[in-house]
């Protein structure tokens, strides 16, 4: 069994920064693929980012360019660094984890989620 618990949501103003912390134990986590995705009030879950084991990413169209996923599998940890940050960004973001080798962009392939964090970004 896999345990993620993310970290590091919060509110601030648009244009400004934050920087997720996905935190998984409980398995191998260096084996694993890994993603976050968001879901704003009254939308369906959205794919935000992806990475393999070997570090390639994978990114949503709304967030290319602006977003940096990254991993560090000796802290067992995943990041989500978030620059120039939109209104339309706000919404919880779920970290999830699969054990899967390849690169996974659906929300259906993924096994393992966790409790999601809030991210407000304000106008």
């Known amino acids: 069994q896999v345990q993620l618990v993310e970290s590091g949501g919060g509110l601030v103003q648009a244009g400004g920064s934050l920087r997720l912390s996905c935190a998984a134990s409980?398995?191998?986590?260096?084996?694993?693929?890994m993603g976050w995705f968001r879901q704003a009030p009254g939308k369906e879950r959205e794919f935000v980012a992806a990475?393999?084991?070997?570090?390639?990413?994978s990114y949503g169209n709304s967030v290319k360019g602006r977003f940096t996923i990254s991993r560090d599998n000796a802290k067992n940890t995943m990041y989500l660094q978030m620059n120039d940050l939109k209104p339309e960004d706000t919404a919880v973001y779920y970290c999830?984890?699969?054990?899967?080798?390849?690169?996974?962009?659906?929300?259906?392939?993924?096994?393992?989620w966790g409790q999601g964090t809030q991210v407000t970004v304000s106008s």
């Open positions: 409980g398995r191998t986590f260096s084996n694993y693929a």
């Open positions: 990475i393999r084991w070997s570090g390639t990413t």
């Open positions: 999830a984890s699969d054990p899967k080798p390849w690169l996974l962009v659906l929300e259906r392939e993924y096994g393992y």
